[in-house]
């Protein structure tokens, strides 16, 4: 059987964190799509680690993990992030797919171009490649990480993308570095990469029939998906519970839990629209104490309130079983907390997702703030107001609240009752 950790909102909703509280009791954890736009961040004891494309089971030694076919892998990212670890540590530990598809610079330079290009309208990648290297994936031009095993076919591969490069890169009066010089650092990063590239799917049926428990940690966000998020300001891969199937070779089956994650307020980073975004004094708070900045890029996040309406069509597209909600401790000490509940549509209420999406306004309710939740171990520890506030959104969103996180730190969670 295989459990599944999904964002709901638009990514950074603490996935990390819920991963690595629940690895504890899972044998194997499974990053399904997206790469190193992702940044999950863990706390233990006071000490941060950030994963970009390591599961977020690596902290736990009786954990394997595995990067699915479905990811996105700019290898010299991944060694990067491996050495963190120390490369011996992970052996047995780390499987990567062969068929899983790699970021090569030209990618990452592909992203910066077409942003530059866009002006005004660019999505605010990450920049890392990842649109770019999906597209050659459908464009069936891409290259596998599997095909790093022989560099003399892989330097015609490289080939095909870099004629398309060379010709925008001219176009533009750009520079970037000559196919050898790709091909050359690529046969560096493979050496220390290959003793890690498997049949990731083969090794996952093995391990649902050696009855271990999987974990499948999605990247992003819902309103990020391809085709369901706020196209065209979304990533480039399938980010609702969907995509862990093909990105991980898992069947329909065998997925029970959906385990969806939310902040108990909203952030973006990047452009699209934001309907419940927030500017001013209240964003700048939530901001700050949220520390609210790009885990991979740095960049500020845009805040505002919880919305409910986008919260409940991510738990529909996803079937969520249950919810964690994160973050309970920034909205400490405001008087006011607002619940986005519907929008008003060229004149009309609704409580659904347009395809004129930026049109909408937020309607909200407003519900008393409170104190202190920071730190709270069990429901009961919380305020009044804050256990109220729990039990609006599960009743508005439909899907019970199995989780409250109120800190960054793994032991600072409210279980409500085993997953
Ligand atoms: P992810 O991409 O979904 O894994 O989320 P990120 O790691 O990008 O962003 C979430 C941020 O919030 C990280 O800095 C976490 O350490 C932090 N965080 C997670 N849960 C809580 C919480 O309950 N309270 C507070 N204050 N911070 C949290
Ligand atoms: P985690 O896993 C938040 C956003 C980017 C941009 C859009 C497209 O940490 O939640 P891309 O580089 O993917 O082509 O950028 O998606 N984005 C994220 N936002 N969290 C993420 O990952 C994100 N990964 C991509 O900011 O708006
Ligand atoms: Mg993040």
Same mark, same amino acid.
Request: charged fraction near 25%; proline fraction near 3%.
């Given at each position: 059987?295989?459990?599944?950790?999904?964002?709901?909102?638009?990514?950074?909703?603490?996935?990390?964190?819920?991963?690595?509280?629940?690895?504890?009791?899972?044998?194997?954890?499974?990053?399904?799509?997206?790469?190193?736009?992702?940044?999950?961040?863990?706390?233990?004891?006071?000490?941060?680690?950030?994963?970009?494309?390591? $599961?977020?089971?690596?902290?736990?030694?009786?954990?394997?993990?595995?990067?699915?076919?479905?990811?996105?892998?700019? $290898?010299?990212?991944?060694?990067?992030?491996?050495?963190?670890?120390?490369?011996?540590?992970?052996? +047995?530990?780390?499987?990567?797919?062969?068929?899983?598809?790699?970021?090569?610079?030209?990618?990452?330079?592909?992203?910066?171009?077409?942003?530059?290009?866009?002006?005004?309208?660019?999505?605010?990648?990450?920049?890392?490649?990842?649109?770019?290297?999906?597209?050659?994936?459908?464009?069936?031009?891409?290259?596998?990480?599997?095909?790093?095993?022989?560099?003399?076919?892989?330097?015609?591969?490289?080939?095909?993308?870099?004629?398309?490069?060379?010709?925008?890169?001219?176009?533009?009066?750009?520079?970037?570095?000559?196919?050898?010089?790709?091909?050359?650092?690529?046969?560096?990063?493979?050496?220390?990469?290959?003793?890690?590239?498997?049949?990731?799917?083969?090794?996952?049926?093995?391990?649902?029939?050696?009855?271990?428990?999987?974990?499948?940690?999605?990247?992003?966000?819902?309103?990020?998906?391809?085709?369901?998020?706020?196209?065209?300001?979304?990533?480039?891969?399938?980010?609702?519970?969907?995509?862990?199937?093909?990105?991980?070779?898992?069947?329909?089956?065998?997925?029970?839990?959906?385990?969806?994650?939310?902040?108990?307020?909203?952030?973006?980073?990047? +452009?699209? $629209?934001?309907?419940?975004?927030?500017?001013?004094?209240?964003?700048?708070?939530?901001?700050?104490?949220?520390?609210?900045?790009?885990?991979?890029?740095?960049?500020?996040?845009?805040?505002?309130?919880?919305?409910?309406?986008?919260?409940?069509?991510?738990?529909?597209?996803?079937?969520?079983?249950?919810?964690?909600?994160?973050?309970?401790?920034?909205?400490?000490?405001?008087?006011?907390?607002?619940?986005?509940?519907?929008?008003?549509?060229?004149?009309?209420?609704?409580?659904?997702?347009?395809?004129?999406?930026?049109?909408?306004?937020?309607?909200?309710?407003?519900?008393?703030?409170?104190?202190?939740?920071?730190?709270?171990?069990?429901?009961?520890?919380? $305020?009044?107001?804050?256990?109220?506030?729990?039990?609006?959104?599960?009743?508005?969103?439909?899907?019970?609240?199995?989780?409250?996180?109120?800190?960054?730190?793994?032991?600072?969670?409210?279980?409500?009752?085993?997953?």
């Amino acid at each position: 059987m295989a459990d599944l950790v999904v964002g709901l909102q638009w990514g950074d909703e603490g996935k990390g964190k819920i991963v690595d509280l629940l690895a504890k009791d899972y044998d194997v954890v499974v990053r399904y799509q997206g790469g190193h736009n992702a940044g999950h961040t863990i706390v233990v004891e006071g000490k941060k680690i950030a994963l970009h494309l390591l $599961p977020s089971g690596v902290l736990y030694p009786h954990c394997q993990n595995v990067i699915g076919n479905g990811v996105v892998v700019e $290898p010299h990212s991944l060694v990067t992030e491996m050495k963190q670890f120390g490369i011996e540590c992970l052996q +047995n530990r780390l499987f990567i797919s062969d068929r899983a598809h790699v970021i090569l610079p030209i990618h990452a330079k592909l992203d910066l171009l077409r942003e530059k290009l866009k002006g005004k309208e660019a999505i605010g990648t990450t920049g890392k490649g990842i649109g770019p290297s999906y597209a050659d994936k459908v464009s069936r031009v891409g290259i596998r990480m599997g095909e790093l095993r022989d560099m003399e076919t892989l330097k015609q591969k490289v080939q095909f993308a870099y004629r398309e490069l060379q010709i925008l890169a001219q176009a533009m009066g750009e520079t970037i570095e000559s196919l050898d010089e790709i091909v050359c650092s690529l046969r560096e990063v493979s050496e220390i990469l290959m003793p890690f590239v498997c049949d990731s799917v083969h090794f996952l049926w093995n391990a649902k029939e050696q009855g271990k428990k999987i974990l499948l940690e999605g990247a992003q966000g819902s309103m990020l998906d391809l085709d369901h998020g706020t196209y065209p300001f979304v990533t480039s891969s399938t980010t609702i519970s969907a995509g862990a199937c093909s990105g991980s070779g898992i069947n329909i089956r065998e997925v029970q839990e959906v385990i969806g994650i939310a902040k108990a307020y909203c952030t973006r980073v990047g +452009n699209g $629209p934001f309907p419940s975004e927030e500017f001013g004094n209240i964003a700048q708070e939530i901001q700050t104490k949220g520390g609210e900045f790009g885990t991979t890029t740095g960049r500020a996040r845009r805040c505002g309130w919880f919305d409910a309406v986008a919260l409940k069509y991510a738990c529909n597209l996803n079937g969520c079983t249950q919810i964690a909600l994160m973050k309970l401790d920034v909205l400490d000490g405001l008087e006011e907390i607002k619940v986005c509940t519907q929008y008003e549509y060229r004149g009309e209420k609704i409580d659904y997702i347009p395809y004129d999406y930026s049109e909408v306004k937020p309607i909200y309710q407003t519900f008393k703030g409170w104190d202190k939740t920071c730190g709270a171990r069990s429901r009961s520890d919380l $305020p009044k107001e804050a256990q109220e506030y729990i039990v609006a959104l599960e009743k508005l969103v439909g899907v019970r609240i199995s989780i409250v996180s109120t800190s960054p730190d793994r032991e600072d969670t409210i279980i409500e009752d085993k997953v």
